[in-house]
């Protein structure tokens, strides 16, 4: 471990653990339907799935001083800070790199440098899934979501900020990985199921 690494992983540092596993980025706006498909995806190939939210909304509950200052963040819509969700992924990787047959990493990159410093501190991906659908679409699932769902942020005002902050910082996420060629765009205005035949595609396609 290098110097100034207090907790058991190193930002700063790429992993031995994890330098031949399979990463997919899993990219959409709020409300796509990214956890929907991650929990298809992985009932089907068995990869294991690491929602960026739902790491956060753990540190959250577990009522940390961090967890706190995240819970102010992610009421307004808004990103936290870059370090914290980074470590926070990657060790959740590393506790599971010995048996895992690839990472969807859901909700991350949300923005171009997150992107990068993933790629520094963990490693490239091999396939980014882009979960497309409509504003309206993922206002009115989202909306739905919110009624049992009990976030915090799936109220009307911070979707808004969502949605325009989605639009905004991580659109450009998918034009970065365009350029590699490892986009697979998915239709993901139609049923889960329809919605999932895609993505099943694409994942056969990695094989
Ligand atoms: N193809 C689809 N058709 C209808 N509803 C869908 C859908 N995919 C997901 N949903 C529902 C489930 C959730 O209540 C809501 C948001 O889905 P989610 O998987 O939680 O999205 P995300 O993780 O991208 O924010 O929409
Ligand atoms: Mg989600």
Not at 61 to 77: D, T
Not at 125 to 152: F, N
């Amino acid at each position: 471990m290098g110097a100034g690494c207090s907790s058991g992983v190193c930002p700063s540092r790429k992993s031995d653990k994890l330098k031949n596993s399979k990463i997919i980025f899993v990219v959409g706006g709020p409300g796509s339907g990214k956890g929907t498909q991650c929990e298809k995806i992985v009932e089907r190939y068995g990869f294991t799935h690491l929602s960026s939210g739902d790491l956060l909304r753990a540190e959250v509950s577990s009522g940390s001083e961090r967890g706190k200052q995240l819970a102010a963040i992610m009421e307004k819509g808004e990103l936290v800070p870059l370090d914290t969700i980074l470590n926070m992924i990657k060790e959740a990787m590393i506790a599971k790199a010995s048996t895992s047959k690839g990472f969807l990493i859901d909700g991350y990159p949300r923005e171009v440098r997150q992107g990068e410093e993933f790629e520094k501190k963990i490693g490239a991906p091999c396939l980014l899934l882009y979960i497309d659908a409509k504003a309206e679409t993922m206002l009115m699932r989202l909306i739905k979501r919110g009624e049992t769902s009990g976030r915090s942020d799936d109220t009307a005002q911070t979707i808004k900020n969502r949605l325009e902050l989605y639009y905004k910082a991580t659109e450009p996420v998918i034009a970065y990985y365009q350029g590699r060629g490892i986009v697979r765009k998915i239709n993901a205005e139609g049923s889960v199921d329809e919605v999932f035949s895609q993505v099943a595609n694409a994942i056969e396609s990695l094989q």
